[in-house]
């Protein structure tokens, strides 16, 4: 084995054993402050292939505050959408889609959103860790206004054994928003962690971390999302 080759592997390992964990401390933390909204998100996710190139995902999303968990507005929090991509090659995929919300995480009023988005996967593998990266843009029509938003996310997804299909994955995703009086940015850190009950149904449950408007000399807002999602 020449001394690259090792010093890749060596990295691998040490993402896989050190940097979940590291992950889980910040978030963990994170739990305990008294600034953070605490919200569960329930979701749905149905995948097929149209084609060998094409393919679709189509997803429904509740949200309910942990805070104030008999929250009679939940589905105002409901969110659902509908992606697209396309293959160009192994690793290499564009796509886009739509999505559809009332109102937002920290906002009981509805403000309806209606949101077209386009994408690019970037997606390769190096010693049984799986990465990909996805920069999408978004053209967000909300009743307060018209916004445009970049997304960039790292992904990275470690098999817990090689023959059971179940998987840890930890992400990170960068936001900036330009609407008509504002900029801000976002920052969201997700880990979780994945139970394949059989080839066609698939259960993750996680954590993400959302530092929200960063940017904001008043400081950010900061929320923890519990996850769970089943798709097949």
Same mark, same amino acid.
């Given at each position: 084995?020449?001394?690259?080759?090792?010093?890749?592997?060596? /990295?691998?390992?040490? @993402?896989?054993? @050190?940097?979940?964990?590291?992950?889980?401390?910040? *978030?963990?933390?994170?739990?305990?402050? !008294?600034?953070?909204?605490?919200?569960?998100?329930?979701?749905? &996710?149905?995948?097929?292939? !149209?084609?060998?190139? /094409?393919?679709?995902?189509?997803?429904?999303?509740?949200?309910?505050? *942990?805070?104030?968990?008999?929250?009679?507005?939940? *589905?105002?929090?409901?969110?659902?959408?509908?992606?697209?991509?396309?293959?160009?090659?192994? #690793?290499?995929?564009?796509? #886009?889609?739509?999505?559809?919300? =009332?109102?937002?995480?920290?906002?009981?009023?509805?403000?309806? +959103?209606?949101?077209?988005?386009? =994408?690019?996967? @970037?997606?390769? %593998?190096?010693? #049984?860790?799986?990465?990909?990266?996805? /920069?999408?843009?978004? =053209?967000?029509?909300? &009743? !307060?206004?018209?916004?445009?938003?970049?997304?960039?996310?790292?992904?990275?997804?470690?098999?817990?054994?090689?023959?059971?299909?179940?998987?840890?994955?930890a992400s990170d995703e960068v936001?900036?928003?330009?609407?008509?009086?504002?900029?801000?940015?976002?920052?969201?850190?997700?880990?979780?962690?994945?139970?394949?009950?059989?080839?066609?149904?698939?259960?993750?449950?996680? #954590? +993400?971390?959302?530092?929200?408007?960063?940017?904001? *000399? %008043?400081?950010?807002?900061?929320?923890?999302?519990? &996850?769970?999602? /089943?798709?097949?």
């Open positions: 084995m020449d001394v690259e080759t090792y010093n890749v592997k060596r /990295i691998s390992y040490l @993402l896989r054993y @050190l940097g979940i964990p590291l992950l889980f401390f910040v *978030l963990a933390k994170d739990v305990n402050s !008294q600034n953070t909204e605490r919200i569960w998100g329930p979701s749905v &996710t149905y995948s097929w292939d !149209q084609t060998d190139l /094409i393919s679709f995902k189509l997803k429904a999303e509740l949200f309910t505050s *942990l805070n104030n968990f008999n929250n009679t507005n939940v *589905l105002k929090h409901a969110e659902s959408s509908l992606f697209f991509t396309y293959k160009l090659k192994n #690793g290499v995929k564009i796509g #886009g889609g739509y999505l559809y919300r =009332q109102a937002s995480l920290l906002n009981s009023t509805p403000l309806h +959103e209606n949101r077209i988005t386009e =994408q690019l996967d @970037l997606s390769g %593998s190096v010693f #049984g860790v799986n990465s990909s990266h996805r /920069i999408r843009l978004e =053209q967000r029509m909300r &009743t !307060q206004g018209f916004a445009n938003r970049g997304r960039y996310r790292l992904t990275m997804k470690f098999p817990h054994k090689n023959k059971s299909g179940n998987y840890f994955k936001l900036f928003s330009l609407d008509e009086n504002d900029f801000s940015g976002d920052n969201r850190i997700f880990i979780g962690y994945g139970i394949t009950l059989n080839n066609d149904l698939v259960l993750e449950f996680g #954590g +993400e971390h959302r530092t929200n408007d960063f940017l904001e *000399l %008043s400081g950010p807002n900061h929320i923890f999302l519990f &996850t769970t999602d /089943i798709s097949f």
